[in-house]
């Protein structure tokens, strides 16, 4: 699997402090906290990095990707807490900082984003946040309009 890395991090981090997250009309929950070329990882993070693990072991994901903007300050340090947190279990772990995520993930199936960009481009893709998000993130704050 091909996880947007900082957009599968932070929307897990917005849930678990019970900030507003919209549910899109397209199934996928989003976070409105718009990453500006600023990243810290914060006392949410280790939590989000191991839901995100977990679901991936239990859904029996052998090798996952978590792609990370080169250019956003912090990427580093979240690419060895991806690691690190990785090492040991049963889910493959690699993180990859490139200078163009949405442009590689565009082109790949088996995505795993709320990104609508790479959601209109790539070949497939899985909603792996809003079935986090509601089974382990009961504090989580969702806005869902009558539409959906």
């Not at 402090?17 to 919209?22: A, C, E, M, P």
């Not at 052998?62 to 250019?71: G, S």
């Not at 209109?120 to 869902?144: H, K, M, P, Q, T």
Request: net charge negative.
């Amino acid at each position: 699997m091909a996880l947007d890395g900082f957009n599968t991090i932070i929307t897990l981090e917005v849930a678990l402090s019970g900030s507003l997250l919209l549910l899109g009309l397209d199934g996928t929950v989003r976070d409105l906290a718009g990453l500006r070329g600023t990243y810290r990882i914060v006392d949410k993070t280790p939590q989000a990095v191991a839901l995100v693990l977990s679901r991936l072991e239990a859904l029996g994901v052998r090798e996952a990707t978590f792609y990370l903007d080169q250019q956003v300050s912090n990427s580093g340090r979240l690419r060895g807490l991806l690691l690190e947190m990785g090492a040991g279990r049963s889910v493959r772990v690699e993180a990859v900082l490139h200078p163009s995520v949405d442009g590689v993930l565009s082109r790949m199936n088996g995505v795993i984003t709320s990104d609508a960009i790479i959601l209109d481009n790539c070949g497939s893709w899985y909603n792996l946040n809003r079935g986090i998000i509601e089974d382990s993130v009961a504090e989580a704050w969702i806005f869902r309009s009558s539409l959906t």
